[in-house]
């Protein structure tokens, strides 16, 4: 691939060669262009410098041809050999080729200019002397070329010269004919010709155009691969952001922790040495009141014994016998009067306390650091686990009452325990606050059991151990799977070929999508095996193809985002025939509906515009009733049971007709209608309030209907004795309701699902 700038510049002449040109059928203009280009090209090169003889002499040596000679011979010879017959119709190459291109362009423009002459003998004298002026400039342009060319190659060797020329014809070529097949072994696009004779013979090949559209399709394949991989660096990108924050966290409350813990042991510590140095203050001080209370007992003690002391002194100096044992004696308690010497003996006898009240030394005080080791060793090296991440919910874990939670934790924190946490979602804006439930688990997973079917709850997950409680992990919502759905069996419809199904959702909140499962019965026992799933109802009902005459147990299941819930009641459809419900939105007041759902009565008429509650569908003049729309294209066939005494009308009819009239009086209901004269029994069959000719002689007792909305028909059979009554020929707009009423006080039975009669057909 070329850059695009080369497209709109004159270097494009050196990447895209001209074709090659007629023989001898160019003209002079063109001739002249190419002399033009090739002086223009030949002073480019000469213009940025180009060396010639360096190339030739770095290719010489590559290639080896400085040192075998005998080679570089050959090549000289096969040179002049392919110069001698050279094409001269080629438009010039670029570098060495250029001189042999000029060459052979100016015996060609020569030859050319004498033919155009010729051609144009009948122009005048005027044309001829341009045109030889033009090829006198031409000449002289191309020589000059030419010279410049000796000049700036002429130190360019044969060698050189014979290995371009084989260049230019294996090029030449190769253009011939391009790649057009693509070699599966060797994984390169090839010719045709080389998957024929070449060495591609034996491999396999494919056409080019499939070859790339299959790599079109591997690059894709490899591309979408790779945007997986983009994806899940995307997630590991934004956990690993994730963990950074937790670490920065997790740093930030272990500093606290240290600090908390350290601040702890040193307030204890401070407690334990005031409590030490107060104790050993109060030691101190009864140590010194003791010493000094003996302190004061010996400084008396030892006054007394410096007064007897003096005293006795005293008694010994005196002179007088008689008064020495008659003198006055003292005794530190008492004082009497007795020989001296008597009573210092006495004083002598006492015992002298001469030993210490209290010792020196302080008693060893041993300090209980129990506490503050607790404190210490509660300081550990444990880091403050990571926040988990809890994973999405993974299908089928749910059921309608249970949650399976899963998460992840994506370090290797030491783990005590889990901390899960869930409540269910509120939806109301102001609703209360519902009340988190917590749970704590060893495991990275816990099922929930007792909940809500078809209820989101959000779950959150934390880890604990000694360092604490992890932040929580990002919040998850779960759902539980749905309730099994109702099947409305009273509101089923069908026929042969079809059956339309309807339920109402078990749950308040809305789910996704209904599956339909059905069964076909074989000899009136159930099969396990699921002839027909239908997945992905929208609505509460679906519209079933069957095979006539076939028994099907059909069951309904609803799903959400947390799964499928559990199969609903079965319910059992015969394909037999067609078979509807009475609406009884539409029923008239006076009208009631018995137990079995298909027998229709009326007790009174007295007052057919009673004051009864009427419902906003309902019938307000006519006693009538609609049946459940028929939905189905095709026949479909009932009967009604009926009085003979009883007047009635039977047919069908529009879901928009009128509901204040009449059947048969407007123009969006068909029916049968029997009224009893004094005379005969009447039938008339009504549309538009217009009846035709039409005269019974054997009064029905079993009424078939048989409608056709394939060839817009409806019928009236006596199914009694197989007799046809009439037939209205009418285009169904749209699909119609099987209707009833009676005009007079009786009852009406009506038969569905049951088989078309073949008599019916006519």
């Given amino acids: 691939f070329y850059h695009m700038d080369l497209y709109g510049s004159k270097e494009r002449f050196d990447i895209f060669p001209e074709e090659l ?5 160019r003209s002079l203009a063109d001739t002249t262009m190419e002399s033009a280009l090739s002086s223009e090209k030949v002073q480019h090169s000469q213009e940025v410098g180009y060396d010639l003889e360096k190339e030739v002499a770095e290719l010489a040596k590559m290639y080896g041809l400085d040192e075998d000679r005998e080679k570089e011979l050959e090549l000289l010879g096969g040179c002049l050999e392919m110069e001698s017959r050279w094409p001269p119709a080629h438009t ?25 002459t010729k051609q144009q ?5 005027v044309s001829q002397d341009e045109d030889q002026s ?27 010269n014979s290995q371009a020329v084989s260049e230019e014809e294996k ?22 010709f080389d998957k024929l004779f070449g060495e591609h013979k034996d491999h396999e090949v494919a056409q080019l155009p499939s070859a790339v559209e299959s790599e079109k399709e591997e690059i894709h394949k490899n591309m979408y691969k790779l945007e997986e991989q983009i994806a899940q660096m995307e997630n590991v990108a934004s956990h690993l952001e994730e963990i950074f924050l937790t670490v920065e966290e997790n740093f930030v409350r272990q500093e606290q922790n240290f600090e908390v813990h350290y601040n702890n042991a040193v307030q204890v510590l401070a407690q334990k040495y005031e409590e030490q140095l107060e104790a050993l203050g109060e030691e101190k001080r009864q140590k010194l009141e003791a010493l000094y209370e003996q302190l004061v007992s010996s400084g008396k003690h030892l006054d007394t014994c410096k007064e ?19 003198v006055k004696s003292f005794n530190f308690r008492n004082i009497f009067f007795s020989p001296y010497n008597y009573r210092l003996e006495e004083f002598l006898k006492q015992d002298m306390d001469l030993e210490l009240s209290t010792l020196p030394d302080f008693e060893e005080r041993v300090i209980d650091f129990s506490e503050v080791e607790q404190l210490m060793n509660s300081i550990n090296t444990i880091p403050a686990p990571c926040a988990p991440m809890i994973n999405p919910q993974a299908p089928n874990a749910a059921t309608g009452t249970s949650l399976r939670v899963c998460w ?60 604490g409680i992890s932040p929580p992990s990002e919040r998850a919502v779960y759902i539980t799977a749905p309730s099994p759905p109702i099947i409305k069996s009273k509101k089923i419809r069908s026929c042969e070929n079809a059956a339309l199904v309807c339920w109402e959702c078990g749950d308040i909140n809305p789910v996704d999508s209904y599956t339909v499962e059905l069964y076909k019965l074989t000899d009136g026992e159930n099969d396990d095996t699921i002839t ?71 007790d009174e008429l007295e007052n057919p515009e009673c004051d009864l509650p009427v419902y906003d569908n309902s019938f307000t003049r006519c006693i009538a009733i609609l049946g459940s729309l028929i939905p189905f294209p095709g026949k479909h066939y009932w009967e009604v049971e009926v009085e003979e005494d009883t007047e009635y009308r039977t047919g069908v009819a529009f879901e928009n007709t009128p509901r204040h009239g009449h059947l048969g009086a407007n123009n969006s209901s068909w029916c049968m209608r029997h009224i009893i004269t004094p005379s005969r029994h009447k039938y008339e069959f009504l549309h538009s309030g217009m009846t035709a000719d039409i005269r019974i002689t054997v009064p029905p007792r079993r009424i078939g209907i048989l409608l056709d909305y394939e060839n817009c028909r409806l019928s009236f059979f006596n199914a009694d004795i197989a007799q046809h009554l009439y037939t209205f020929n009418s285009r169904f707009q749209h699909y119609v309701h099987p209707c009833f009423a009676l005009e007079t006080p009786g009852i009406l039975r009506i038969h569905t699902g049951i088989t078309t009669p073949p008599w019916t057909a006519l």
Wanted: aromatic content about 6%; overall charge negative; glycine content about 6%.
């Fill in 21 to 25: 040109s007629g023989q001898g059928e």
């Fill in 92 to 116: 010039q190459k670029a570098g060495s080729q250029g001189s042999i291109y000029s060459a052979s362009k100016s015996s060609s423009s020569v030859k050319d200019q004498s033919q155009s």
């Fill in 121 to 125: 003998g009948l122009c005048g004298k």
């Fill in 134 to 160: 033009k090829s006198r400039a031409d000449d002289e342009a191309e020589s000059n070329i030419w010279s410049r060319e000796g000049l700036s190659s002429g130190g360019m060797s044969d060698e050189w």
């Fill in 171 to 192: 090029e030449e070529e190769e253009e011939e004919e391009a790649a057009n097949v693509f070699c599966s072994t060797c994984k390169i696009p090839i010719r045709a």
């Fill in 308 to 326: 007897l002391t003096d005293k006795t002194q005293e008694l010994l100096l005196e002179s007088d016998k008689a008064e020495f044992m008659k």
């Fill in 408 to 467: 992840s934790l994506f370090s290797d924190d030491t783990v005590e325990s889990y901390q899960l946490c869930y409540k269910p979602v509120s939806n109301e804006r102001h609703g209360d606050e519902q009340a988190e439930h917590t749970l704590k688990v060893k495991e990275t997973y816990c099922t929930i059991t007792n909940l809500l079917p078809n209820t989101q709850y959000e779950f959150h997950v934390s880890v604990l151990n000694t360092s």
């Fill in 532 to 602: 027909e799933s239908i997945v992905g109802i929208p609505n509460c009902e679906v519209l079933i193809h069957l095979q006539p005459t076939q028994r099907y147990q059909i069951y309904v299941r609803a799903q959400n985002l947390g799964g499928c819930s559990e199969r609903s009641e079965p319910v059992l459809i015969h394909a037999t025939g067609t078979c509807f419900y009475l609406n009884e939105d539409t029923a008239h007041p006076l009208l009631a509906i018995l137990d079995d759902g298909f027998t229709i009565s009326c």
